[in-house]
């Protein structure tokens, strides 16, 4: 999302987006936030209008977030997990789809995450909480297991939400990355 002045995704969209020609067009913008390392979908408007929209479907939780992650350890098959996060409340329900034995790490999951909330590394820091830390976490992860150069294995795999002029149910998805299916079968 952010980075040095130059390599951006805010900097990246006015070249790879095209253009709306809405009277209040404006450059592309994200209008929520994705950690450096983590894959995925991410809504961007175009206009002054659609911006201010869909922020406003995302403070009032109108837009449901779904997620993918690769955990280390043995996982209870579904939780919800409601540590706070910088002294502010937060939610995340997670489901286990499937696991897998790891010489290295034991056991890896395929987890699927909805956010309830969105805190700052919310669903990173809810997993290394309840001790089962995303692969490739170098920040919440445990340090004998930490990853390197494999990068995050964290997924913002889909968005679900009524488009705020149309009021069509809009429900966007990424399929999971390769990397992903190196370890687990493809999600139905």
Known sequence: MSGNSFKTIANALVRSIKKS?????????????????????????????????????????AIKKTYYAVTIGNMKPKGHIT????????????????????????????????????????LRKHLSQIEHPILG???????????????????????LFTHPFTKDVMFLKDELPKRFLKIFKPID
């Not at 450059?27 to 979908?41: A, C, E, N, S």
């Not at 910088?86 to 290295?104: E, G």
């Not at 919440?140 to 889909?158: D, E, F, T």
């Open 83 to 122: 540590f706070n996060i910088d002294d502010k409340p937060s939610q995340t329900y997670y489901k286990v789809c499937q696991s897998v034995v790891s010489k290295r790490f034991e056991t890896l999951n395929l987890v699927r995450l909805e956010p309830q909330t969105g805190r700052r590394h919310q």
């Open 21 to 61: 020609t809405l009277p209040d067009a404006t450059k592309p913008q994200p209008v929520h936030r994705l950690d450096f390392p983590t894959t995925g979908i991410l809504l961007v408007g175009k206009t002054q209008s659609s911006i201010r929209a869909l922020n406003k479907l995302f403070e009032d939780k």
């Open 137 to 159: 976490d170098k920040d919440y992860g445990v340090k004998p297991l930490i990853l390197n150069g494999k990068g995050l294995y964290l997924h913002a795999y889909a968005l």
